[in-house]
Structures are given as C-alpha cells and as structure tokens.
C-alpha cells in the first residue's frame, strides 16, 4: 500500500468553478501536510502548508482530518492558470509524494 | 534571492557510463533532499542530509547510487553504470532548517539512459 494516494483526475472544470481534492495518507504518526503545485516538465512549488485547524490562502483551502487520515485542497473561483497537477505530501522525517492529481480549467 | 540550482538540466548517457548530478541548494538551508521521479509520477525520496551528513539513504534503489555532500552545502548524486530504468528527472530539495519543514525544488536533471 503507497503511503499517500491521490485521485489522479483528469478533474476538468470551467472557469469559475469550485472544485476539491482529497488525498489519503497511511501513517498515523504523520506530523506535517503540504500540498505541492507542478506545472508540466516543471519543478514542484509549495502551494501550502496544511495545518490542523484548517487554513485559508487567498482562493485556496486545506483541511486535516487526522481522524480519517486525509488531507483536502479546495479552490474556489478555479482561474485557467490554476491548471496543474496538484501533489499531496505527507511528512514524517521524509516526505512522501502522492502521485498527483491533474487539474483542467478551461475557459 | 537563489533558489535551488541543479545541473546539468538535461543528460543524455549511454548504458553502463557513470553520471554525477550536481545540486546547489539555498544558501544557509541545511537539509537537502534527492528525489527521483518517473513519468507520471510524484516524486519519489532517495537520500536525505542534515549540513554533510547523510541522515537516510533508504530510498537509494541499488548501490549503483551515490549521494555527498562532503561540506554541507553542494551535493552530487553520482549513478554508476547506469541502466535505462535510471532514465528519470532528479529533483533536489532543501529546507532551512527540520526535516519536516516545506522544501524547495530546483529545475531538475532530466536524464535519458539511452
């Protein structure tokens, strides 16, 4: 079993749009949440941390259910640049990467 | 400021020569990650070093593969007679300080084994 699964999508959806992501992770003892933005043929950039209570930036919102160990990325309001694949890690002592899940906004 | 560099950005070698990639971190980040990831795929951990120590190279897929980083700040992953199931982008990483802190990515080696 991976440590971290995504969905990997394709989620296409039009301009505007909310769309969400969830992403489950096997280690209980996981202690930090990120969620990874990657361009095609690009690096992966930090999108955000994902804290316990939940946080908020700008359009972008994650959750942390360590109940159910998952975490959640929502984007509101989804603009054509937000097209990417969205990458979910999960840390303890090393990092471990989900496969991602791709993202299509079209106009 | 710099980010993370990595070099050479694209290498293309013969089965069986030896390679040596090469990664710049942010200056002042003390941990340093080598990442390997195939098509499609996310990024997959190879080595980890806290300043020069190799704190985990667990994710090393054979002893074909060598990471140092011998004053903490430049690191090489050096791959020996390398196969075509090496063929993969390698990513670098570092974070300023933990293990569990966000880290930084460079551009990548794209390495074709041909």
């Known amino acids: 079993r991976k440590e971290v699964e995504q969905d990997p999508g394709p989620f296409n959806v039009p301009e505007g749009a909310t769309v969400a992501f969830n992403c489950t992770y096997s280690?209980?003892?996981?202690?930090?949440f990120f969620w990874y933005r990657q361009d095609c043929r690009k690096e992966p950039k930090l999108l955000m941390s994902?804290?316990?209570s939940g946080n908020e930036d700008g359009r972008f919102t994650a959750q942390l259910n360590r109940a159910s160990q998952y975490i959640s990325l929502l984007i509101r309001d989804s603009k054509l640049s937000d097209s990417a694949t969205y990458l979910c890690v999960v840390g303890f002592n090393k990092f471990y990467f989900g496969s991602g899940t791709k993202l299509n906004v079209k106009p | 400021g710099a980010g993370v560099s990595q070099s050479p950005r694209y290498k293309v070698a013969k089965r069986g020569q030896d390679v040596a990639l090469r990664c710049d971190p942010i200056s002042g980040h003390v941990s340093l990650f080598w990442y390997q990831q195939a098509l499609g795929q996310g990024p997959e951990f190879l080595t980890y070093?806290?300043?020069?120590?190799?704190?985990?190279k667990s994710g090393l897929p054979s002893d074909r593969f060598f990471a140092e980083r011998p004053e903490g700040s430049v690191s090489t992953l050096k791959i020996q007679r390398t196969q075509q199931e090496d063929s993969a982008v390698y990513l670098c990483?570092?974070?300023?300080?933990?293990?569990?802190?966000?880290?930084?990515f460079g551009d990548g080696t794209r390495l074709s084994i041909l």
């Open positions: 070093f806290q300043n020069e120590a190799q704190l985990d």
């Open positions: 990483a570092s974070s300023l300080e933990r293990a569990n802190q966000p880290q930084h």
């Open positions: 280690n209980s003892a996981s202690q930090s």
């Open positions: 994902v804290y316990s």
